[in-house]
Nanobody
Framework: QVQLVESGGGLVQAGGSLRLSCAPS????????MAWFRQAPGKEREFVAG????????DYADSVKGRFTISRDKVVNTVYLQMNSLRPEDTAVYYC???????????????????WGQGTQVTVSS
């Protein structure tokens, strides 16, 4: 089972930017779709963005479309989430996840992913 490590979270003012990174601890995940989810206190974990194993297909939640960009660099084996125009409602713990199967487009269901990171806190102040 691939273990994932997120980094890049922090405190930012509304309108600011952050870039999250996700790298595996163990084997590569180059054949797996990857996704970012987030979970705010008292709420369910929700899909934010996903990218296919090849990087050629992406998907975004409506709430972040146009503000967030997911990408992957297979040379350094890292997935990124660039977050611009941040809002207080973006405050949450952000998790990176790897698809349980290979060679698929990203999906929005939590059950689709079987490897997760420990999460990184993103706090947006108004």
């Amino acid at each position: 089972q691939v273990q994932l490590v997120e980094s890049g979270g922090g405190l930012v003012q509304a309108g600011g930017s952050l870039r999250l990174s996700c790298a595996p601890s163990g084997r590569t995940f180059s054949s797996n779709a990857m996704a970012w989810f987030r979970q705010a206190p008292g709420k369910e974990r929700e899909f934010v963005a996903g990218i296919s194993w090849s990087g050629g297909s992406t998907d975004y939640a409506d709430s972040v479309k146009g503000r967030f960009t997911i990408s992957r660099d297979k040379v350094v084996n890292t997935v990124y989430l660039q977050m611009n125009s941040l809002r207080p409602e973006d405050t949450a713990v952000y998790y990176c996840a790897a698809d349980r199967l290979s060679y698929r487009r990203p999906g929005r269901e939590v059950s689709r992913y079987n490897s997760w990171g420990q999460g990184t806190q993103v706090t947006v102040s108004s």
